[in-house]
């Protein structure tokens, strides 16, 4: 119960990130963007948020506790979800989607990391994984919220026509607005959550943190719990966190797994799928209000396999996974790219896409979390992992901000050729460079690393 509190901040992540998705072509007809560099700026700019929160998020989480954050983000996503749906000009609705971002930024840093810091090693995997389901929910939440207020938009409907419309006007406010109700309830849920353990240990409230402890697992595992937390606590200096101290040797190797694993996740390809499937459905000859009911079938497929991600997880491992991801990705962007090239239309850019995002919610998208989430050592986790997911949010920055102009010069065949290239070399990555987590503490995790 505590990880699925925990884990609403992914499901507002998800719908907020999104959301935009659906409502592209309403508020692009509404504020008359007529750029490639303005389109792409509208999609784009909750990344600057989202990397704005990401590296706060690090040191507050760290000084302040887990906690605390998710409460803040909670807030956030209720303000930036209502302010940027009933935005009058293009001005406020980029700030407040700015806003969001930081939501979304606090929320993929924390929630994922307060979920490892609670989970025994056992059910670390699934738990964290949890966070990547929720997200998924949302992202299915939003499309079929976008559906449903879109869909009595004809096919074929002119821009101008669209702009006139209930839904041009006021139909993609509701698509933003709707988040602000999850919102309510995650910022009570998160009131009753106990704080991370480990943190708890980590800032010299040791009691609280072995009657937490003792809850989730029973008194002996809440004994044996803390005492192996505080012997890695005692094997360090008691100082702050500095910045050098990322950059020592073992530190900075895990540090670049990290980031690596971070942008690997974006660079993919796949959130292009999500945020312009406006576009390449329409590229595939399809109309606005087919095109809305493909993308709740993305959806229901990112949720369908996420759901067989718990089951596999903590099975097979985290590297399987993830290798198994970057060659599914790359053969299927392969194969969408040569479709494109033949000029192939409907029903087959919309399988290759549904396969890609299969490959994804199997491997790339859960894992990369739970990777993040349990590689650093305790006491920079907070830190380590914020400079991690900030690499994450400004490799999505560029991948979407680029995606128009790139599938204008290249076409939409060259533009996902160089996303396979990229996960064919995230494949060599994982296997020459990502160790095997599953089934250790985070204990045995930091020591295995910084000493191997």
């Known amino acids: 119960m505590i990880s699925c509190v925990a884990a609403l901040g992914g499901l507002l992540f998800g719908y907020d990130w999104v959301v935009i998705g659906g409502a592209k072509p309403f508020y692009e007809s509404y504020f008359q963007l007529n750029s490639a560099e303005l389109v792409g700026w509208a999609n784009s700019c909750a990344l600057i948020g989202c990397f704005l929160g990401s590296i706060i998020s690090g040191g507050m989480s760290d000084r302040f506790g887990r906690k605390k954050l998710l409460l803040l983000s909670a807030v956030l996503f209720a303000l930036s979800s209502i302010l940027t749906g009933w935005a009058y000009n293009f001005t406020a609705f980029i700030a407040w989607r700015i806003t969001g971002g930081v939501a979304i930024g606090i929320a993929s840093n924390v929630s994922p990391t307060y979920i490892a810091e609670v989970s025994p090693a056992p059910w670390r995997g699934r738990l964290v994984t949890l966070n990547q389901l929720t997200i998924v929910v949302g992202i299915l939440a939003a499309q079929i919220a976008n559906w449903l207020i879109a869909d009595r938009v004809p096919d074929g409907a002119s821009r101008a026509l669209i702009r006139s419309s209930w839904n041009g006007q006021y139909g993609w ?29 980590k800032a010299g409230f040791a009691e609280q943190a072995r ?118 990705i790359a053969l299927s962007h392969t194969v969408l790219g040569f479709t494109y090239r033949a000029g192939t239309k409907g029903l087959p850019i919309l399988l290759i896409t549904l396969c890609t995002i299969a490959c994804y919610a199997l491997s790339l998208a859960p894992v990369t979390w739970v990777l993040i989430s349990e590689i650093f050592p305790n006491r920079i986790r907070g830190l380590a992992v914020s400079i991690s997911v900030s690499a994450l949010w400004v490799a999505s920055f560029l991948l979407t901000f680029t995606f128009p102009v790139l599938n204008r010069v290249l076409g939409s065949a060259g533009t996902f050729w160089i996303y396979a290239a990229i996960c064919l070399a995230g494949f060599f990555f994982v296997f020459t460079r990502v160790p095997e987590t599953k089934g250790k503490t985070l204990e045995a995790i930091e020591r295995d690393l910084t000493v191997g």
């Open 173 to 201: 406010r509701w698509m933003f607005t709707a988040v602000a109700l999850p919102a309510v309830v995650f910022f009570l849920g998160a009131l009753f959550i106990p704080e991370s353990p480990r943190w708890l240990a």
């Open 211 to 328: 009657r937490t402890l003792a809850r989730i697992g029973g008194k002996r595992y809440g004994d044996q719990a803390l005492a192996e937390i505080q012997d890695a606590l005692g094997a360090e200096e008691q100082v702050g966190v500095v910045w050098h101290e990322l950059f020592s040797p073992g530190i900075l190797k895990i540090l670049i797994i990290g980031v690596v694993l971070a942008v690997l996740q974006q660079w993919s390809g796949i959130n292009i799928i999500f945020n312009y499937a406006e576009e390449i459905y329409r590229s595939a000859g399809y109309g606005v209000s087919s095109i809305l009911f493909n993308i709740v079938v993305t959806g229901t497929i990112n949720l369908v396999f996420t759901v067989i991600a718990l089951g596999l997880v903590d099975r097979f491992g985290r590297r399987a996974l993830m290798l198994f991801g970057c060659a599914g």
